[in-house]
Structure formats: C-alpha cells, structure tokens
Nanobody, 119 residues
Framework: QVQLVESGGGLVQAGGSLRLSCAAS????????MGWYRQAPGKQRELVAD???????NYADSVKGRFTISRDNAKGTIYLQMNSLKPEDTAVYYC?????????????WGQGTQVTVSS
C-alpha cells in the first residue's frame, strides 16, 4: 500500500504564499501522475494541478499564473507553490497519485491539509 503525506497548509492573508508538499511512501514500482485537488465546504472536490512522471503539468484555470506544481521523482514528492492567494482558495487540499506496485495499478489519496486565506 502507498501512503501520501501532505504538509504545508495553514492560515495566510490574501496576497500571501504557501508551499504544500506531498511525499509518497510504501512499496512502489512506479508513480505516474500526481496531483493536488481541493474541496471547499459545500463544494465538490476539484483538480488544482497535476504533473506526470515526465514533468508535464496541467492547471485549473482559476490558479494559472499563481500556482506552480513541481516534482522530485527521486523522493516521490510533489510540491505546490501557491502565490497571490485569494480567499476563494480556502479549502482542504488533497494529494493524489496513480502508482503501480505488487497489487497492480492503483490510485491513492492523502489525508488532506487545510489552507485558509483571510481577506
């Protein structure tokens, strides 16, 4: 089984920055796409950004130009640099990974980390 452990959330004022990290651990043959999703109260979980093992990235329109996703394949870790934060970015941020291990191809979620942006 794979564990995804997120860190870096917190409370920040509008216009500020935060950096989220997500580290994968476990018996993993390979990790394919990893990404960040978020869920605000009363809303559906939505994709924020994802990145393939080759480094191709994809962003939600709402975060383009403000957020940057990056990846360290050797560490099995992804990062989300969030700049110019807005109150509407407030949500629980979840890490997600497509991976392959002894059990075959699977998809896993982290436990989530709260990001709160005050106005």
């Amino acid at each position: 089984q794979v564990q995804l452990v997120e860190s870096g959330g917190g409370l920040v004022q509008a216009g500020g920055s935060l950096r989220l990290s997500c580290a994968a651990s476990g018996v993993i043959f390979s990790i394919n796409t990893m990404g960040w999703y978020r869920q605000a109260p009363g809303k559906q979980r939505e994709l924020v950004a994802d990145i393939t093992s080759g480094g191709s990235t994809n962003y939600a329109d709402s975060v383009k130009g403000r957020f940057t996703i990056s990846r360290d394949n050797a560490k099995g870790t992804i990062y989300l640099q969030m700049n110019s934060l807005k109150p509407e970015d407030t949500a629980v941020y979840y890490c997600n990974a497509d991976w392959r291990g002894f059990v075959g191809q699977r998809n896993s979620w982290g436990q989530g980390t709260q990001v709160t942006v005050s106005s």
